[in-house]
């Protein structure tokens, strides 16, 4: 009898080791490590400008143009990459050279606000674009490029813990079913495709395989017109 006490004892002394060093892995690969920046465009304002936001989010290196950006991106790796979609790279495709350089980087062109030059860059797998000029309103600049960085950040952290859930998914199956089976309904909501809802445009609707709801969506875009206040 004491020998089974003293066995299960120390089978409970295992399964808390094992479970404090599967909570250990997952709190690790929740933390987000530095994140990098990197703005490569002449225009001095636009540089400086998006640099003073980004650098409330982590370590930027500014440069001058995507040619000289160029080693860094070969060399380094960043989270985001703000370049010029055309004008400081001669004959470069801007796009597809970050593309090429830092593939896993979030591609961010600053652009002329022109409708079909914008849905081309997104086509082709821009993260997001900032129109120029950019917003006089620093605090309008900030909001969307600390937006982005969020964004970035959170699909980081969520790649790392699917990871390390999924390494250690059958000793948490063992230990803490609960918690595993809770986790697993969270892995399979984010990896659902996103929702967005349409207002005021039936057109779009259409195109966009969206829906005219405004509940339970994930997004939610309008359709104003000059008119509309």
Avoid at 2 to 8: A, L
Avoid at 17 to 23: D, E, K, L, P, Y
Avoid at 101 to 123: G, K, M, N, T
Avoid at 132 to 158: F, G, K
Wanted: glycine residues 6%; hydrophobic residues 50%; contains cysteine.
């Amino acid at each position: 009898m004491i020998s089974k006490v003293y066995d299960g004892r120390r089978f409970q002394l295992m399964a808390d080791s094992r479970a404090a060093s599967i909570f250990a892995a997952l709190r690790a690969a929740a933390r987000v490590s530095e994140e990098r920046f990197l703005v490569a465009t002449p225009a001095v304002r636009d540089r400086d400008r998006v640099c003073a936001v980004l650098t409330a989010e982590g370590s930027v290196e500014p440069r001058s143009s995507l040619r000289e950006a160029g080693a860094a991106l070969t060399e380094g790796s960043y989270e985001i990459v703000v370049f010029d979609a055309e004008g400081d790279a001669g004959d470069l495709d801007a796009l597809a050279t970050t593309a090429e350089l830092a593939p896993h980087s979030d591609h961010v062109p600053l652009v002329d606000p022109d409708p079909a030059r914008v849905a081309e860059l997104y086509q082709r797998g821009a993260a997001a674009v900032l129109p120029r000029p950019l917003p006089d309103s620093d605090a309008l600049l900030r909001a969307h490029v600390r937006w982005l960085a969020a964004s970035r950040r959170s699909r980081t952290r969520n790649q790392i813990l699917g990871a390390a859930i999924d390494r250690h998914r059958a000793e948490l199956e063992e230990l803490e079913p609960a918690l595993a089976a809770a986790l697993r309904s969270l892995r399979d909501e984010a990896a659902a495709p996103a929702s967005v809802g349409v207002l005021g445009d039936a057109e779009l609707v259409t195109l966009a395989a969206a829906t005219t709801a405004t509940s339970a969506v994930d997004a939610v875009v309008l359709g104003v017109g000059a008119a509309d206040t």
